[in-house]
């Protein structure tokens, strides 16, 4: 593995690699979780944060990352100040590639 010196935090590229340097996690030895297909980020101690597609409505086609309390429904609600509608979970649970990793898709609610 090589070492990046320049940065204030021990950041570690494979050796060989392109990829982008990526600091160590808080935790040692903890790694993204995949559940239910989605490959979800760990943040802090063990809570992870799932990547979410839009689909349709004012937030066509971008991904965001949520708080797993907020997807403990079935339907997830902007009530502003920037966004307002209401998404819903595809049903069957669909999964897209993006730029940002594997998200879910949930569909703007008519």
Same mark, same amino acid.
Do not use: K, N
């Given at each position: 593995?090589? &070492?990046?010196?320049?940065?204030?935090?021990?950041? &570690?590229?494979?050796?060989g690699?392109?990829?982008?340097?990526?600091?160590?996690?808080?935790? /040692?030895?903890? /790694?993204? !979780?995949?559940?239910?297909?989605?490959? $979800?980020?760990?943040v802090?101690?063990?809570?992870?944060?799932?990547?979410?597609?839009?689909?349709?409505?004012?937030?066509? !086609?971008? $991904?965001?990352? &949520?708080?797993?309390?907020?997807?403990?429904?079935?339907?997830? &609600?902007?009530?502003?100040?920037?966004?307002?509608?209401?998404?819903?979970?595809?049903d069957? $649970?669909?999964? /897209?590639?993006?730029?940002?990793?594997?998200?879910?898709?949930?569909?703007?609610?008519?």
């Amino acid at each position: 593995m090589q &070492v990046d010196a320049g940065l204030h935090e021990e950041a &570690v590229r494979p050796a060989g690699s392109s990829a982008p340097l990526t600091a160590p996690s808080p935790r /040692r030895g903890a /790694r993204p !979780r995949r559940d239910g297909g989605c490959l $979800v980020p760990r943040v802090g101690y063990g809570r992870r944060v799932p990547l979410i597609l839009h689909w349709g409505g004012p937030r066509h !086609r971008e $991904v965001d990352d &949520v708080p797993a309390e907020q997807l403990a429904s079935s339907l997830l &609600v902007y009530d502003g100040p920037r966004w307002f509608g209401v998404y819903q979970r595809a049903d069957p $649970v669909q999964h /897209r590639t993006t730029p940002q990793g594997s998200a879910e898709v949930w569909l703007a609610r008519e």
